[in-house]
Nanobody, 125 residues
Framework: QVQLVESGGGLVQAGGSLRLSCAASGRTFSSYAMGWFRQAPGKDREFVAAISGRNTRHYADSVKGRFAISRDNAKNTVALQMNSLEPEDTAVYYC???????????????????WGQGTQVTVSS
């Protein structure tokens, strides 16, 4: 059974940094795409960043240059380093994974079968 557990969320002032982590279990995930998505109140879930099984990195335009995704296959973890945070980054952040996701579809939430419970990130102005 695949399980994803996020951690690292919290409250931070604008301009600050947070590091989110996602621990995966139940499979060997080295060949899986790992993604981060977020959902703010009243809004759809949106793509933030993803790393493919071949370690290509993909970012939403809104976070390019501020966020960095990385993975540790030995530990089955994926991290999201978030710098220069803005109030608009406030949301619940979700980790997701699945195998066989094309890089052309890696930004699409529906391509991911497995999701964590989410961790709240709040950025105050």
């Amino acid at each position: 059974q695949v399980q994803l557990v996020e951690s690292g969320g919290g409250l931070v002032q604008a301009g600050g940094s947070l590091r989110l982590s996602c621990a995966a279990s139940g499979r060997t995930f080295s060949s899986y795409a790992m993604g981060w998505f977020r959902q703010a109140p009243g809004k759809d879930r949106e793509f933030v960043a993803a790393i493919s099984g071949r370690n290509t990195r993909h970012y939403a335009d809104s976070v390019k240059g501020r966020f960095a995704i990385s993975r540790d296959n030995a530990k089955n973890t994926v991290a999201l380093q978030m710098n220069s945070l803005e109030p608009e980054d406030t949301a619940v952040y979700y980790c997701a994974t699945d195998a066989q996701i094309s890089i052309w579809r890696i930004q699409v939430p529906g391509e991911y079968a497995y999701w964590g419970q989410g961790t709240q990130v709040t950025v105050s102005s």
